[in-house]
């Protein structure tokens, strides 16, 4: 009965819990390409899967939007100033262009 429990619920192995094993960095150290077919097959399995193309939607919308709410708030923060009012005309005229 204990076997079978072990079979559904295996403990975790010793290596796991405590993050000492070396093999991935042997691979690294002692293979001098093997970096960058690991890196050309990530892109390779981000380009091609769906999941990569709902990432890269994703990111680059998320991107976007913090992009322009960091636009907006420098400019509130430019026009609340009376030195900055220029350069905040001068920004506004940059995000529109």
């Known amino acids: 009965m204990n076997s079978a429990l072990r079979c ?4 975790p192995p010793k290596h796991f819990a405590n993050n000492k094993t070396s093999q991935p960095q042997v ?4 293979f001098p390409g093997f970096n960058s077919f690991m890196v050309t ?7 091609d899967s769906l ?3 709902f990432f890269r939607v994703v990111l680059g919308a998320v991107l976007s939007t913090t992009d322009a709410l ?3 708030y420098v400019i509130a923060t430019y026009y609340s100033s009376s030195e900055l ?3 905040a005309n001068m920004l ?3 995000v529109f262009m």
């Not at 559904?8 to 403990?11: I, V, Y």
């Not at 097959?41 to 380009?47: G, I, M, V, Y």
């Open 27 to 30: 691979l690294f150290a002692d």
């Open 85 to 87: 009012t220029a350069q």
């Open 51 to 53: 999941y990569g193309m």
């Open 41 to 47: 097959l990530a892109n390779n399995l981000l380009r």
């Open 70 to 72: 960091t636009d907006i």
């Open 8 to 11: 559904l619920n295996p403990p």
């Open 92 to 94: 506004l005229a940059m």
